[in-house]
Structures are given as structure tokens and as C-alpha cells.
T-cell receptor, first 114, second 112 residues
């Protein structure tokens, strides 16, 4: 069964460092998303991406964040200068139809900023 | 601002019995509702959905009920199995490419 793959599963980084989280969406999907879940809190939307551009972003997704689809298969989330409060599980998701409905999620990357 | 609320952080049910997970929402613009299941160290897995034009959707052991006037939906699992033990997230959205809004989740434990 096709699945969304995220690497690494766990990333530890020092505050102020740049981090890149990687995702390989399902191959025929066209819509890509990043969500995050801070420990003990709800899953929150960060950004959606379609046709090589951001289609929507939340207020969490500030100038420190960026997304890219550098080739035909990867979808990355970059945090330029990490803060302690960026520590969370980051989930990539993709869907083959417009909208987040029935989006398929990856297993997540746990980011720990120390 | 909790647009989607799951007021029960946890629920324990005996194997074979019915599990009922509840979810309330406040935004009347939501017209699509989903349930996701999440195991530890895995991402949310889509389980079942319902659009606002229906009040019930069934898929095997899983049934979602929607009460639009009460802005309430519930997920019924019957019969419950130990493998159903997971965190269940309710999510809501609007037609089109709008973000899903998630509840905080309910941890279901099915006891053998």
C-alpha cells in the first residue's frame, strides 16, 4: 500500500540551528501539507503546497519556515533558526484531490530543540 | 480557540463492547468531518469521514454519526477489539483546499 515516508524519525538540534525535515509523498498525489503536534496538544496545520507554490499557511508558518519540492519526489520543511518551542512532531501529508480531506499522513518526525 | 473539541482525553472499554468517541465543533462553516486513528510513533491514519449532507456513515465496525443542529459527531466502534487501542482524532474542514482543524484526541484502551 502506498504511504507517505518521512525522514528522519527523530532529529535533535541546537537552538538557532537550521533543520530540514524530509518527506516523500505518495507518488501520484498533487497536494502536500505539513502539520505539527506539540506534545500534549492538538495537531495544527502549518502549510499546504500545490503546483510548486504555497496555497495556504497558518500564522505558525512565519519567516523562519519554508517548504520546497526540490525534485519530483521530495517535499521538505526547513526551519531556518530553530527555537525551543519548535520542538514537536511534524507530520507531512499528501492527497490526490483538492482539500485536506482523506489526506494520508506520514509517520512523523520528532524534532527536539535543545 | 478550540473549534473542535474532544472532551474526553481517555476511554476504556471491554473487548466486544461498543466504544463511543465524541466530538463537538463550533464553526458552522465546517462541512466535512473525519476521524483519524493514531498509534504511538506513527502518523494519523484516516479512518472514516462524513459530509454535512449526511447524518450517518458506516464502514464495517466503524460508524460516524453527525448531528448538525448540536454541532456534534461521534464515532462508534462495535465490537471493540484490543487492536483498536489508539488515540482517535476528530477533524473538521470545509470543502476545498482548507486546512483540517483537529481535536486534541481521545485515547481509547480496549481491554481484553
Amino acid at each position: 500500500e502506498p504511504e507517505v515516508t518521512q525522514t528522519p524519525s527523530h532529529q535533535v538540534t541546537q537552538m538557532g540551528q537550521e533543520v530540514i525535515l524530509r518527506c516523500v509523498p505518495i507518488s501520484n498525489h498533487l497536494y502536500f501539507y505539513w502539520y505539527r503536534q506539540i506534545l500534549g496538544q492538538k495537531v495544527e496545520f502549518l502549510v499546504s503546497f500545490y503546483n510548486n507554490e504555497i496555497s495556504e499557511k497558518s500564522e505558525i508558518f512565519d519567516d523562519q519556515f519554508s517548504v520546497e519540492r526540490p525534485d519530483g519526489s521530495n517535499f521538505t520543511l526547513k526551519i531556518r533558526s530553530t527555537k525551543l518551542e519548535d520542538s514537536a512532531m511534524y507530520f507531512c501529508a499528501s492527497s490526490d484531490v483538492v482539500g485536506h480531506t482523506e489526506a494520508f499522513f506520514g509517520q512523523g518526525t520528532r524534532l527536539t530543540v535543545v | 480557540d478550540q473549534q473542535v473539541k474532544q472532551n474526553s482525553p481517555s476511554l476504556s472499554v471491554q473487548e466486544g463492547r461498543i466504544s463511543i468517541l465524541n466530538c463537538d465543533y463550533t464553526n458552522s462553516m465546517f462541512d466535512y468531518f473525519l476521524w483519524y486513528k493514531k498509534y504511538p510513533a506513527e502518523g494519523p491514519t484516516f479512518l472514516i469521514s462524513i459530509s454535512s449532507i449526511k447524518d450517518k456513515n458506516e464502514d464495517g465496525r466503524f460508524t460516524v454519526f453527525l448531528n448538525k443542529s448540536a454541532k456534534h459527531l461521534s464515532l462508534h466502534i462495535v465490537p471493540s477489539q484490543p487492536g483498536d487501542s489508539a488515540v482517535y482524532f476528530c477533524a473538521a474542514g470545509q470543502s476545498g483546499n482548507t486546512p483540517l482543524v483537529f481535536g486534541k484526541g481521545t485515547r481509547l484502551s480496549v481491554i481484553a
